[in-house]
């Protein structure tokens, strides 16, 4: 079916259509070449984003440069909405709890104390070594610092189960990772109020931050109370348990973020996925546990493409506009690489005394792969698209 426009028959709708499932055929190709090459598979699928962003500002690429245009102007919070669910919640739900739990206090001390340092940290870098003042104001700085503090550790974890590490290492890295985006959601929401101008109080800072991660983790454990006694309810049918979760992880997500609640939506999905894996898990049908875990591995991989190569789209277009940045913004932003690897290192150095007593512990050499496993991520790119 096509739509009519003014007198000629518009396709773009189509064309956004066949775009996204080209999307996917990159992704199936970037896969493949992660695999052989042992590249990160979301830094391959962003930078096929910023070619296709690249393109469509430099060349006239037709009904495709459209498509691509249409992309880039997707509505952050939509992009938020739509794929941070899935991609949370799966990861959440595949933890292996009886790990996690040991574990709790080093990843608490990583996803709390130290991202509130690395984003302090961030903030003193993009100030007084780079420079960045006038517009960018030092609540600028610090909510930047609460982006890049975001991680994702999916491809050194991937790695690491390759090579047969630890799985208590990958469940740490990993744990950290899912606290850690609701952390620095949390801190990104408070400094964006100080950016916009609004002035707060030492007690509102501290009650608004309260509110939104402890109402976030309160409102995950209903929901996983509620899916639980849903699938308690469904015996032997995948169709109606696979929807029940999504259901629920979308409508909780909703619930968080859209109403006069306005508490954290990551850390009730991530309360929702952990609340699943230790007691709600049980409640699934054994003979349909394969295919729910299935069809949220693929969920999951479709939510992380789109976001990466979506993200890398509006990079490339952004940075082809004229006189807009300069090489030494490049020079600049390879300079922040560097600073970023050296911060998450000397923050989690600062923290080794304690992280190597409590938990399993933690050696010399995993502070250091832990300083690298800190890769930016889906949640850091959605925050950054929320500024633009």
């Not at 775009?19 to 996917?24: G, Q």
């Not at 090459?37 to 469509?56: D, E, M, Q, R």
């Not at 070594?129 to 982006?147: H, K, N, P, Q, R």
């Not at 690491?160 to 606290?179: F, N, W, Y």
Request: net charge negative; charged share 15%; glycine share 10%.
């Amino acid at each position: 079916m096509e739509l009519e426009g003014e007198g000629h028959h518009d396709t773009l709708a189509l064309d956004v259509c066949a775009c996204l499932f080209a999307m996917l055929a990159l992704g199936q190709l970037a896969k493949s070449v992660a695999e052989v090459t042992g590249l990160p598979y979301t830094s391959l699928i962003t930078v096929i984003g910023v070619v296709l962003g690249v393109c469509s500002v430099k060349f006239a690429m037709g009904r495709i440069g459209k498509a691509i245009v249409a992309y880039s102007n997707f509505d952050p919070h939509l992009l938020l909405l739509v794929f941070l669910p899935p991609l949370i919640f799966e990861s959440a739900f595949n933890s292996d709890w009886h790990i996690f739990k040991v574990e709790l206090w080093q990843i608490l001390t990583m996803a709390g104390p130290m991202l509130i340092a690395a984003t302090y940290l961030s903030a003193v870098m993009m100030t007084y070594v780079f420079g960045y003042t006038g517009d960018f104001t030092w609540e600028a700085s610090l909510m930047f610092g609460s982006i890049v503090s975001a991680t994702d550790p999916v491809a050194v974890v991937a790695l690491l189960k390759e090579l047969g590490a630890s799985k208590r290492l990958a469940t740490m890295i990993e744990g950290e990772s899912l606290l850690n985006d609701g952390t620095a959601m949390v801190v990104f929401l408070v400094l964006i109020d100080l950016v916009e101008g609004n002035e707060l109080t030492a007690g509102e800072i501290i009650g608004m931050f309260v509110r939104l991660s402890a109402g976030g983790i309160v409102l995950g454990l209903l929901g996983g109370v509620v899916l639980a006694f849903i699938l308690s309810r469904i015996h032997n049918d995948a169709v109606r348990e696979m929807n029940a979760t999504i259901f629920i992880s979308y409508l909780l997500f909703y619930v968080a973020e859209s109403t006069k609640l306005h508490v954290s939506g990551i850390l009730a999905i991530v309360a929702l996925g952990l609340y699943m894996t230790t007691s709600g898990k049980t409640k699934i049908s054994s003979e349909s546990m394969h295919t729910v875990h299935g069809i949220w591995g693929y969920v999951g991989f479709v939510a992380e493409t789109v976001i990466f190569i979506v993200s890398g789209i509006i990079m490339g277009e952004r940075a082809s506009i004229p006189n807009t940045i300069t090489y030494v913004d490049y020079l600049k932003l390879l300079g922040v690489y560097v600073g970023l690897h050296f911060i998450r290192f000397f923050t989690i150095f600062m923290c080794w005394p304690l992280l190597k007593r409590i938990g399993y512990g933690m050696s010399f050499k995993q502070v250091i792969l832990c300083s690298y496993a800190g890769l930016r991520g889906a949640v850091g790119l959605s925050l950054a698209l929320m500024v633009c």
